[in-house]
């Protein structure tokens, strides 16, 4: 991040921020642009927007004009063209012109999540994402998922922690189907990467 500044969002090409993006102030000078896209949701999960979801990661000026900087929340998510389409539509219909670019590096972290996004997950009846930030947290998930144990996941509905996984693919591939074994409720999971 230049001169450290984790909310600054002066980005080159090629540098992207780490971690979840508040919604940006009025000074910043595409704030219209940020306000305008936030009313583009995930397509999987419609209650949270993109940059709520760590996808929109930045909006900047380049060679080739006003750029909007998407990341797939992995290379192969189904839901990048539309996101792609939605994102094109809203600036098209606010008469912006501007290109819409795929970056997958750095990649996509569920850390990119924002807390407001977390909570309106768990409303929703996904349990959000454990947070995995150090690379030894990444290594430890491997080792977890390699050994078929995982970290508690919290019931969304209950709040229990005695929950067990049923299946490691839930309606997407990002997320793991889960049962709560005191309210007895099937959820969705938001893994971890």
Request: net charge negative.
């Amino acid at each position: 991040m230049p001169n450290g500044d984790p909310l600054n969002r002066t980005i080159t090409s090629g540098q992207l921020p780490q971690g979840p993006l508040p919604l940006p102030d009025q000074s910043d000078p595409h704030h219209h642009l940020w306000t305008l896209l936030e009313s583009v949701v995930d397509p999987e999960i419609p209650v949270v927007s993109l940059r709520e979801m760590g996808v929109l990661r930045a909006i900047r000026e380049s060679q080739h004009g006003l750029e909007v900087v998407i990341t797939p929340t992995y290379s192969g998510c189904p839901a990048m063209s539309q996101m792609h389409d939605d994102v094109a539509l809203v600036l098209q219909a606010a008469g912006i012109q501007a290109r819409i670019v795929t970056e997958l590096s750095p990649a996509w972290s569920s850390d990119w999540i924002s807390v407001e996004a977390k909570l309106k997950l768990k409303t929703y009846g996904i349990a959000p994402p454990h947070a995995c930030h150090p690379a030894s947290d990444r290594v430890v998930l491997i080792q977890q998922r390699a050994n078929r144990s995982h970290a508690a996941v919290v019931c969304p509905q209950c709040d229990s922690l005695n929950t067990t996984e049923t299946s490691h693919f839930g309606s997407t591939a990002c997320k793991a189907m889960y049962r709560c074994l005191d309210c007895l409720e099937p959820f969705d999971y938001f893994k971890p990467y």
